[in-house]
């Protein structure tokens, strides 16, 4: 009876989780390496738990439920950083998940069937079309800047008290959520691109899905290059 393991780990370079697959006994076949490529990418953006890839990796999908919502949350922290907020609170952590709902719901991917490399090895194609949501909010410091953005760059925030400079890290935070989503219904898609992630068999006979493709392909769902 094949044995399934399922790991969490967060790849050093990507906002979201990587899960690691193991096959034990029963082998895995190309279709396992497919279905557990497309249920990661499912998973992780879009909230959705194909009944088979929950099997797979024996997981339940409130458990599913909750590595989606952590890799929201990982998200959100990298959204503060990128952003320069300085105090992710909860509540404003729990409006940027919720942003990334939205967000993550129009991400393009593609899952071609995996081919057998050799015994240890399978490589999986996907296919991306990057959105450029983030690219639009660029209107923020563009020029001329939005009004809204430019109320709060005359602001002197040297002369702000601890409480006044929290308020208006607040409403910076806020404006960036509105200026995506207002963005969001008008983003499109750049070129697409591709890349064959590998699952290959380790030394302690578990099957992983190499942690630096996906997080290769993590950099390519939302366009951050603005």
Same mark, same amino acid.
């Given at each position: 009876?094949?044995?399934?393991?399922?790991?969490?780990?967060?790849?050093?370079?990507?906002?979201?989780?990587?899960?690691?697959?193991?096959?034990?006994?029963?082998?895995?076949?190309?279709?396992?390496?497919?279905?557990?490529?497309?249920?990661?990418?499912?998973?992780?953006?879009?909230? !959705?738990? *194909?009944?088979?890839?929950?099997?797979?990796? =024996?997981?339940?999908?409130?458990? %599913? /439920?909750?590595? &989606?919502?952590?890799?929201?949350?990982?998200?959100?922290?990298?959204?503060?950083?990128?952003f320069?907020i300085?105090?992710?609170?909860?509540?404003?952590?729990?409006?940027?998940?919720?942003?990334?709902?939205?967000?993550?719901?129009?991400?393009?991917?593609?899952?071609?069937?995996?081919?057998?490399?050799?015994?240890?090895?399978?490589?999986?194609?996907?296919?991306?079309?990057?959105?450029? !949501?983030? *690219?639009?909010?660029?209107?923020?410091?563009? =020029?001329?800047?939005?009004?809204? %953005? /430019?109320?709060? &760059?005359?602001?002197?925030?040297?002369?702000?008290?601890?409480?006044?400079?929290?308020?208006?890290?607040?409403?910076?935070?806020?404006?960036?959520?509105d200026?995506?989503?207002?963005?969001?219904?008008?983003?499109?898609?750049?070129?697409?691109?591709?890349?064959?992630?590998?699952?290959?068999?380790?030394?302690?006979?578990y099957?992983?899905?190499?942690?630096?493709?996906?997080?290769?392909?993590?950099?390519?769902?939302l366009?951050?290059?603005?």
């Amino acid at each position: 009876m094949r044995k399934i393991w399922k790991r969490v780990t967060a790849a050093a370079l990507s906002f979201t989780f990587v899960l690691s697959l193991s096959a034990c006994g029963g082998g895995l076949s190309a279709d396992d390496a497919t279905t557990y490529v497309q249920g990661i990418l499912d998973e992780n953006y879009k909230g !959705v738990y *194909d009944p088979d890839f929950l099997e797979l990796i =024996d997981i339940t999908e409130n458990e %599913a /439920e909750e590595t &989606y919502l952590s890799s929201l949350e990982t998200e959100a922290d990298f959204f503060a950083s990128a952003f320069l907020i300085d105090d992710l609170t909860d509540e404003l952590k729990a409006e940027v998940v919720d942003m990334y709902k939205q967000v993550y719901a129009k991400a393009k991917y593609t899952v071609d069937t995996a081919t057998e490399v050799d015994d240890s090895t399978f490589g999986v194609k996907v296919t991306v079309e990057p959105l450029d !949501v983030f *690219d639009r909010a660029e209107a923020l410091w563009g =020029d001329p800047p939005d009004a809204r %953005a /430019e109320a709060l &760059y005359s602001q002197d925030v040297d002369s702000m008290t601890d409480e006044e400079y929290a308020a208006y890290d607040a409403e910076w935070c806020r404006l960036v959520i509105d200026l995506t989503l207002e963005k969001l219904p008008e983003a499109e898609y750049l070129e697409a691109q591709s890349k064959v992630v590998q699952i290959t068999l380790g030394d302690d006979n578990y099957w992983s899905l190499d942690e630096q493709d996906f997080s290769d392909l993590d950099w390519l769902i939302l366009d951050y290059n603005f």
